[in-house]
């Protein structure tokens, strides 16, 4: 047995007598506030397959081991595996887009690409479910309705900007239908557009069907699309590509959202890892708070995307003090404390790259930027697969398949110990959650920061060196304070000078009594 391994059954049993409680522990009065919750990234398709019976239903978009093609996963395999992703201390699952997808492989006109659509990106039909996703006794509202039944919360990622590809193949069995998009029971056709209902001109991503979002109908549809999820029980929308619309159609979006359900997140992608101005700006094209105004975005600036995110580097060897090049801007957004942050995700390599599609990373590296991403400001979300250090290069090698046997191996993986634990760690302060962050110590590998959220006041401290480290800082507000991981209790009688020792690839949070 390794010293990891002791060190981390060590961990698991002293929080058992420690003051972190379980999310179950926890008594949430603003069930409204997203800030409560951390965040269960899934690609459906790559979670888990529980009924094999809709895997190929065309006959030709499913290759089980060929990651650009339909791997099985579904609703009842996610329904089947909710207490995994609760036991992990989660709250709330983001779904990849479940809507309708083309009806069997795509192959572009020339050949150069063939693939399906089991990531939802595509959309074919956007007011009906992909019945690949939905099983009997296992539909979308099904999903919804037990992820609810246990304290879980549902993110559904849409598309608003496009449909699916529009330059296909003959060889393709939906070549007739090429142009066609639906919802409503309606069909839209971009080759025959009498009703304006696409862009025939300037920029598109790849060959997409892209909605004309000038026409105030398409405005319409898309809202009265929406609107009937959120009437499902959906708990939050991801939007895509959002820098592809015009600042006026989400202002519409937004509020039309917000008129329909009260007290709903939406959190935006614009990518974008140094243009603090222009992500910043889409989180105040509205007034009033975040939760029932405009949206939140994703804090693309501050992930550890493979090859991309700033903070990567970071915590593989890298210094501390480039954390405060990026929270400097905080100050731009509405309130940084509603930015959706990530390690990494479906779009770029993994934190563990696959060469020469990004880096490897050690254990302790993926201990490290946990370490970070649960305690400072913003709502944490975590991809599938994380858990398990999961590999994964350029798209589609970053969409690898958990299934069962991931699941079976996660609990006894350093990383799904630490995440289990930074989850009720999270949950035990509302500090932890709300609180906003100023910066007290920086150097290469220790940091250290203080959060405040009303009297709610935590200290943290972080080391990603591989000896114990003594933190010295000053300014630390004069009282009591008890560690929350290990109950030991502080009496800080100056605001001169305050040592704290953290071990190796570690953290102390110390909050104020």
């Known amino acids: 047995m390794s010293k990891r391994f002791f060190y981390f059954l060590f961990i698991t049993v002293l929080f058992s007598f420690t003051g972190v409680k379980a999310a179950d522990d926890i008594p949430v009065m603003d069930n409204w506030d997203f800030r409560n ?11 888990v397959d529980g009924d094999k019976n809709n895997n190929n239903i065309y006959g030709d978009e499913y290759n089980f081991g060929n990651l650009k093609y339909y791997q099985g996963g579904d609703f009842k395999g996610l329904i089947d595996n909710l207490d995994y992703i609760k036991d992990m201390g989660f709250t709330a699952i983001w779904i990849t887009p479940p809507v309708v997808q083309p009806p069997g492989r795509y192959i572009n006109s020339s050949g150069s690409y063939d693939a399906a659509g089991y990531h939802g990106y595509w959309g074919w039909d956007f007011s009906r479910v992909d019945p690949h996703l939905e099983s009997p006794g296992a539909t979308y509202q099904d999903l919804i309705n037990a992820a609810h039944s246990k304290g879980l919360k549902i993110v559904q990622d849409i598309v608003l900007n496009h ?56 405005v319409r549809w898309l809202s009265d699309i929406y609107k009937d999820y959120q009437d499902m029980g959906v708990d939050a929308f991801r939007l895509d590509t959002v820098v592809w619309m015009k600042n006026d159609f989400w202002k519409t979006f ?31 094209m509205t007034d009033g708070e975040v939760m029932n105004s405009g949206m939140s975005v994703l804090d693309m600036p501050s992930s550890s995307m493979g090859t991309w995110g700033q903070l990567e580097q970071v915590f593989k060897g890298g210094d501390y003090t480039k954390v405060d090049e990026i929270l400097k801007n905080d100050y731009k957004y509405k309130d940084a404390t509603y930015l959706v942050t990530f390690l990494d995700n479906h779009d770029k390599p993994r934190f563990n790259g696959n060469p020469p599609d ?25 991809y599938y697969g994380t858990e398990v250090q999961m590999v994964g290069g350029n798209d589609p090698d970053n969409r690898r398949y958990l299934g069962l046997d991931g699941i079976k191996l996660a609990k006894s993986n350093p990383v799904y110990i630490q995440i289990k634990k930074l989850n009720a760690l999270r949950r035990s302060n509302l500090a932890l959650q709300k609180g ?13 920061f203080k959060r405040i959220y009303n009297d709610n006041v935590v200290y943290v401290f972080l080391n990603k060196d591989d000896n114990t480290a003594n933190i010295k800082v000053s300014g630390i507000d004069m009282g009591d304070y008890a560690d929350l991981l290990t109950g030991e209790k502080f009496k800080i009688q100056s605001d001169k000078e305050f040592n704290i020792d953290v071990s190796s690839h570690s953290l102390r949070v110390i909050a104020k009594k």
């Open 37 to 47: 919750e951390t965040i269960y990234f899934v690609m459906t398709d790559r979670f």
């Open 163 to 218: 449909g699916h590809g529009g330059d296909v193949n003959p060889q393709v069995k939906w070549y007739d239908k090429k142009g066609q998009v639906f919802g409503l029971g309606k069909m839209f056709d971009y080759f025959d557009d009498k009703e304006n209902w696409f862009h025939h001109s300037g920029p598109v991503i790849a060959d997409l069907l892209d909605f004309n979002e000038d026409n105030p109908l398409v």
């Open 254 to 284: 937004t509020e039309e959202m917000h008129k329909n359900k009260k007290d709903f997140f939406m959190f935006g992608e614009v990518w974008t890892n140094s243009d603090y101005d222009m992500i910043s700006g889409y989180t105040k």
């Open 358 to 382: 990004g880096d490897p990373a050690t254990t302790d590296e993926y201990i490290d930027a946990l370490n970070f991403y649960f305690t400072a400001r913003g709502i944490p979300c975590i």
């Open 436 to 448: 906003k962050q100023t910066n007290i110590y920086s150097s290469k590998d220790q940091y250290a």
